[in-house]
């Protein structure tokens, strides 16, 4: 295994019923707050799509993770974030999580992602939702999305499944499966 894939297995704290009854919530904060387990992730995304010349990060996990990840590879950051927290006007898109509906957002104007060669990260894939909709929105923008990464799967929720061929996510790499 890898020096991510250990601190992954290692101090990933599982949370049951939360945040509803029947979710077992994988919270990787933990990882995160070891230097040595928060490098390990850094340095393995940092290696997807080499190329890339931006790294958007899905709220909120997403953005501690795209933000190191585009210091690494010298590159900037786009945080796609949760409906409401970003002044209008924005592109959109709702979706559908294990446990009811949310919304993510970009912004509309104020920042040129036509074109941009994108990596896109957030911690968990479960039901793909959340991919699949940041993707459409920076594809919407114009962006082409090289490539997609997540530090852990959870298999058993088929979100890889859910996710398929889609072009619009580039390849899919999750650093730890289970």
Known sequence: MTAAGDAV???????????????????????????????????????????????????????????GVAVGKGCGVLAVRKGGKLPPPVLSR???????????????????????RVLLIDDVLATGGTIVAAAELLTEAGAHVVATAVVLELSALQGRKKIGGRSELGELTALVQI
Not at 38 to 62: C, H, S, W, Y
């Open 9 to 67: 297995g290692k101090l990933t704290r599982w949370v049951d019923d939360f945040p509803a009854p029947g979710i077992r919530f994988a919270d990787l904060t933990p990882v995160f707050a070891d230097h040595d387990g928060f490098r390990a992730v850094i340095d393995a995304l940092r290696a997807i799509a080499p190329d890339t010349e931006l790294v958007a990060g899905i709220d909120a996990r997403g953005f501690l993770l795209a933000s």
């Open 94 to 116: 709702e979706y559908d999580l294990e446990y009811g509906t949310a919304r993510l957002e970009i912004p509309a104007d104020g920042i040129d992602i036509q074109g941009k």
